[in-house]
């Protein structure tokens, strides 16, 4: 049986009011519109599904019940392990991870996506906002584009998630929370500025990829000839979380004229689609409402298509870790799926997926990535997961080497685990690929939720050791959901060649640093090399065309 779907799609946000508390009795009434929202859910699913009472009313679907003692209030204390606080900029926000590209310079000025603009971090110590406003959409991507002489950031353009809440905790489930995204009138697709001057981002093309689905979230861009997204190209592919309607697929795009974006191809795992039945029940979490069925972060490709390279690596959720045969970029193939047996429902297993550039000094790291998982539900309203270490030596069979361990609180904090902590309780983004200096392969930082920003050792990759740790207090008020159910940490970024650390989180940005880094660097400096070292070539108008820090220009495997 095939495991290649190919083919072109059918043609295919309301404000809400203050959010009631979160009670027993809110929860379960929610449970209880699963019920009068059938029609609904049918229309989502392509099928009507039964529930079961079971413990619970709805059958036990998430959210489950609240942990026994969480607490009645966010803590506003702060718990710091082997790490030093360079500096706090309040209100600040800026973008790691997710992408895993974004990182813009010139000579020695540094600037990363966030406020709606870019965020200078050239003074690490005093940070602060460009062109607040100017980049509009989500998720940014950043790369020099050599063949252009231009630096591009594209940003993500969706339809609103439909996230569970007090007032709707079913999420799409509840048919006026499902409205809010599927009655979105603005672009899905993406927006590529060229990025001369980071206060000032010029728009060169709106590109929409269908008028109804779900848009784009997580896409990938190095500066090459093609751009992977993370896409929803039209409302037939199907969606069991609560999170959005519909789910995402992957479209690839060619940027050879950023002003003039291309479509070259789209794909989906078989049995996504309404109508592809047969395949879609070979997979447990058919018909669950709380599991993640679709693509979550475009393919990660280490080695471009247009310099040799054929391989993308990307999570598609309950679907699993997927590699993709991009050989022919016109026709992409599934290579190998792989899913782990102890996955359960609910979360995004495979976030995000990071290629480690394996150095001299850890050679056991050739061939290996990291996979981040990510709750959906607040105060372990789902099972708990953890991040993985992936072995892709043989791609035809990517296996899981290595568990990261669950992070303890630290032992002055008023909770035994996170899970009574309130918020999100997972990883959620690592450090872009993308960044200056060499990678330092065997270390991992993850912006973990309500967890703070944990730091691991994965030199030994089948054991992950975690080695400093931060957690900032905690914002938002215990009395509106919304304002604390992420938890706290969304995002980090590192600066390799100066040993810092910069934590997104929702009360504004900090500067980190740890001695497992080294010294910390706190003056500007012009960027020497990048850590993925056949992307960003000629940034600084005066590296020589054939030669870039002593390596040829083509691509190398990562």
Not at 111 to 129: E, L, Q
Not at 311 to 323: D, I, K, Q, R, T
Request: glycine share 10%; net charge neutral; aromatic share 10%.
């Amino acid at each position: 049986m095939s495991l290649v779907s190919e083919g072109k799609p059918s043609a295919g946000p309301a404000e809400r009011g203050p959010a009631a508390p979160l009670t027993r009795r809110s929860i379960l009434r929610g449970a209880a519109s699963v019920a009068a929202g059938a029609g609904l859910v049918a229309s989502l699913t392509g099928r009507a599904i039964a529930q079961v009472s079971g413990s619970m009313p709805g059958g036990g679907t998430v959210p489950l019940r609240l942990p026994m003692g969480a607490l009645a209030y966010l803590d506003q204390n702060e718990y710091i392990s082997n790490m030093e606080v360079i500096s706090f900029t309040p209100g600040l926000t800026a973008s790691g991870g997710e992408p895993l590209t974004t990182m813009w310079a010139r000579g020695k000025e540094r600037a990363i996506p966030g406020a709606g603009g870019f965020v200078s971090i050239t003074d690490p110590r005093k940070p602060f906002a460009m062109g607040q406003g100017t980049l509009n959409g989500g998720l940014v991507s950043v790369a020099y584009q050599t063949s252009t002489r231009k630096w591009l950031a594209i940003t993500a353009a969706a339809s609103p998630l439909t996230a569970p809440d007090a007032q709707y905790p079913r999420g799409k489930y509840d048919p006026a929370d499902a409205a809010v995204s599927t009655s979105f009138k603005g672009l899905r697709g993406i927006r590529c500025y060229e990025v001369k001057d980071p206060a000032k981002p010029d728009l060169l093309q709106e590109f929409s990829t269908g008028e109804h689905g779900g848009g784009t979230h997580m896409n990938f861009y190095d500066g090459g000839k093609y751009m992977y997204l993370d896409c929803g190209f039209d409302d037939q592919l199907r969606q069991e979380s609560s999170e959005r309607p519909f789910s995402n697929a992957l479209m690839i795009v060619d940027m050879t004229d950023p002003a003039r974006i291309q479509e070259v191809s789209r794909w989906w795992v078989p049995g996504q689609r309404l109508g592809e039945e047969e395949a879609y029940k070979k997979y447990p979490s058919a018909g669950d409402q709380s599991s993640w069925t679709g693509i979550h972060g475009a393919p990660a490709v280490p080695r471009r298509i247009e310099d040799g390279g054929k391989l993308g690596y990307s999570g598609w959720g309950a679907f699993g870790f997927l590699v993709h045969d991009f050989s022919d970029i016109r026709r992409p193939k599934l290579l190998s799926q792989y899913r782990f047996q102890l996955e359960n429902f609910g979360g995004i297993p495979y976030h995000t997926v990071y290629p480690l550039i394996a150095d001299s000094a850890h050679p056991q790291l050739n061939g290996m990535m990291v996979a981040v998982f990510e709750a959906l539900e607040a105060d372990c309203r789902e099972p708990f997961h953890t991040s993985y270490v992936m072995d892709v030596r043989d791609p035809r069979k990517p296996k899981i080497v290595g568990l990261f361990p669950r992070p303890h609180p630290d032992p002055k904090a008023p909770y035994a685990d996170f899970c009574q902590a309130r918020g999100r309780f997972s990883s959620h983004n690592m450090q872009s690929w993308l960044a200056p200096g060499a990678m330092r392969p065997e270390l991992v930082t993850l912006a973990y939720f309500n967890a703070g920003l944990r730091c691991y050792n994965i030199g030994n990759p089948a054991d992950p050791r975690e080695i400093a740790y931060f957690v900032p207090k905690r914002d938002g008020d215990i009395n509106q959901f919304n304002t604390w159910r992420r938890g706290t940490s969304e995002s980090v970024f590192i600066e390799w060649d100066r040993n810092l650390i910069w934590l997104t989180t929702h009360a504004g940005l900090y500067c980190l640093s740890t001695p497992a880094l080294g010294k910390p660097v706190l003056e500007p400096r012009k960027v020497e090399r990048w850590s993925v070292p056949h992307c960003n070539v000629g940034w600084d108008d005066a590296t020589p065309a054939t030669v870039y820090l002593g390596g040829s220009r083509r691509s190398g495997a990562a």
